[in-house]
């Protein structure tokens, strides 16, 4: 499946519960490796762009409807999509095993800390908007400061 550039499509929530729905005709529960399988799922049907805000009102909505607003947060968002749709690029896998079992990393919970101080990722303003990193680029951004290395990137 080729990837779409995000404005040839426009996502809603009928979308976000579409690819809930076929993440979890194969889980028991809806963990991190679901997720990162959903992200990826958006990021090849609509693009990187249309995921972000995708998924971002998707969670938005559920942790409205379970009573946790609290729970969503913006920065932790928009990274996974964009770490999720970065590793999608590379090899166009279309099956998900086979583009979890290339990029391991990306099912730790803990990826982030390699990019974003912890106090950051605490702040409200990361919870409540987007914050570029501020520990260590991501793997295609080109800053100068020193990139992570490349199989803790990935």
């Given amino acids: 499946m080729t990837m779409?550039?995000?404005?040839?499509?426009?996502?809603?929530?009928?979308d976000?519960?579409?690819?809930?729905?076929?993440v979890m005709a194969t889980a028991?529960?809806?963990?991190?490796?679901?997720h990162v399988h959903l992200t990826w799922l958006a990021v090849?049907?609509?693009?990187?762009?249309?995921t972000v805000g995708l998924v971002s009102d998707g969670i938005?909505?559920?942790?409205?409807?379970a009573r946790v607003p609290q729970k969503y947060h913006a920065t932790m968002s928009r990274a996974w999509v964009e770490l999720v749709g970065h590793h999608a690029a590379e090899r166009g896998e279309?099956?998900?095993?086979?583009?979890?079992?290339?990029?391991?990393?990306?099912l730790d919970k803990r990826l982030l800390t390699r990019f974003y101080r912890p106090a950051t990722l605490a702040s409200s303003q990361a919870r409540t908007d987007w914050v570029e990193p501020d520990l260590a680029p991501f793997p295609w951004q080109d800053t100068g400061r020193p990139q992570p290395r490349k199989e803790e990137a990935r």
């Avoid at 976000?16 to 076929?22: K, N, S, T, V, Y």
């Avoid at 028991?28 to 679901?34: A, L, P």
């Fill in 28 to 34: 028991e529960r809806f963990g991190h490796r679901e």
């Fill in 60 to 65: 938005q909505r559920t942790a409205r409807y």
């Fill in 4 to 14: 779409r550039p995000s404005d040839e499509h426009v996502v809603g929530a009928a």
């Fill in 94 to 106: 279309d099956n998900f095993t086979a583009f979890a079992d290339h990029h391991p990393a990306l």
């Fill in 44 to 50: 090849r049907r609509v693009g990187v762009s249309a």
């Fill in 16 to 22: 976000f519960d579409a690819l809930m729905a076929e």
